[in-house]
């Protein structure tokens, strides 16, 4: 479930990378092929303004008719507008295509300004749904002096723009393909490495979740033959906490602390924690301080941070009497207040090295004047309604089913990729 929902999201940041990468190189090809049909205008208004050059050099009589003639010839090129200025910027010939007076308002409407020496000014406009490109340019002599200006307006034909658009589609549909058939290359490399990060991640996590077992069983073990308690009590907290309705995020919080509830007692002498009988006062205030020792000892792994709920507030009670803070109400960690529970019902039920197991009436009646005080009453009050069920599933089972029924839910909330 968890590498599907990777391969979905890689698949879904490549399919978007392959678009965006498609409308900006798109966007790209468009702009250049735009400037071509620039550079076709200007390439030939400049190759044809030689004549121009020529004819504004000489001053003989019928050089106004020779430039007139030459610039009707434009008109035939697609120009739409010609205009001729002499070095003053003086206007010595306008020509324009008939029926084109609109046209000529909309390039007077906007002005003109004259380039400086070799510069090339042109603008791009629509009118009419037709593209228009306005060019103009110095002229000069055979010794590069400046003898003009030449003003031409020019009308994209209905052809280049469809050869245009052609040259644009094509180039579109092979960038397009180009990129789609990389992407899809690069999908199973993607996935081949981020297999292998996938395993490597999810032995990692193996590893610490077996050291997090082996930990917690090394303590039980101190005051009981097997591990047991450990696994019985970290059943019915991962199921309470279902039935409550908890995340994968809270629950695997959940069971690193039920796992290491009683890390602490690693520090607590064994002439205190293995007597049988009651402690006295200095030694029960001894066998507090697991709860600091073992705040301590998970303080040192980030990757524990999440136990440190349970493993610090588990002997809090409801009603604030409890230690090591006396904290109150919701104060106290979710956590901790359904662990809190869960561990007294298992002492209660199991063999302890100072007392019998209580079968299951007798604990939950033992329990019950506690609602409100030591336990959250209304976490209490959903326990005590399935609290029988989840007896009859754990309490005679053997270690080898415990370990297979923690290690199913284990599985369930670390390694399903869940929040």
Do not use: C
């Amino acid at each position: 479930m968890r590498i599907q929902s990777i391969h979905k999201k890689i698949f879904k940041r490549l399919f978007f990378g392959w678009v965006l990468l498609s409308l900006a190189i798109g966007g790209a090809v468009y702009y250049i092929e735009s400037k071509k049909v620039d550079q076709l205008v200007l390439g030939l208004a400049i190759a044809e303004s030689r004549f121009f050059t020529v004819e504004l050099d000489r001053h003989s009589a019928e050089r106004m008719e020779v430039l007139k003639q030459k610039a009707d010839a434009f008109l035939k090129r697609h120009f739409i507008i010609v205009e001729l200025y002499d070095e003053n910027k003086k206007r010595i010939l306008r020509e324009t295509s008939p029926g084109k007076d609109e046209l000529e308002q909309e390039v007077e409407q906007h002005g003109r300004a004259f380039p400086l020496e070799n510069a090339t000014r042109f603008r791009q406009f629509l009118m009419h749904g037709n593209s228009f490109l306005r060019v103009m340019f110095p002229l000069q002599d055979k010794n590069g002096e400046l003898i003009g200006y030449f003003e031409g307006v020019y009308q994209v034909d209905a052809e280049t723009l469809r050869n245009i658009e052609i040259d644009i589609f094509g180039t579109l549909l092979m960038v397009v393909l180009v990129i789609l058939i990389t992407t899809v290359m690069l999908y199973p490399i993607i996935i081949s490495l981020n297999k292998g990060l996938i395993k490597l991640s999810s032995d990692l996590l193996k590893g610490n979740i077996e050291l997090m077992d082996v930990l917690g069983s090394a303590i039980a073990k101190r005051d009981s033959d097997t591990n047991s308690h450990n696994y019985r009590v970290t059943i019915y907290s991962i199921r309470f906490a279902e039935m409550l309705g908890l995340t994968s995020g809270q629950i695997r919080n959940l069971i690193a602390g039920a796992f290491l509830h009683d890390v602490g007692k690693i520090g607590i002498r064994d002439n205190i924690l293995l007597k049988p009988s009651g402690l006295t006062d200095g030694e029960f205030a001894v066998m507090r301080t697991h709860v600091l020792l073992g705040v301590d000892i998970i303080s040192r792994s980030k990757w524990l941070d999440g136990a440190r709920e349970v493993v610090e507030f588990h002997h809090e009670k409801f009603d604030g009497s409890g230690y090591m803070q006396g904290l109150r109400g919701n104060e106290i960690p979710l956590n901790a207040r359904i662990f809190t529970i869960v561990d007294v019902f298992d002492a209660l039920t199991s063999r302890r090295p100072y007392k019998d197991p209580f079968d299951f009436a007798e604990a939950m009646k033992m329990m019950e004047p506690d609602s409100g005080k030591r336990f959250d009453p209304e976490l209490f009050g959903v326990f005590r309604e399935r609290a029988y069920t989840l007896h009859r599933e754990v309490v005679h089972a053997p270690d080898a089913l415990l370990e297979a029924m923690l290690g199913s839910l284990v599985k369930k909330h670390f390694f399903s990729g869940k929040p």
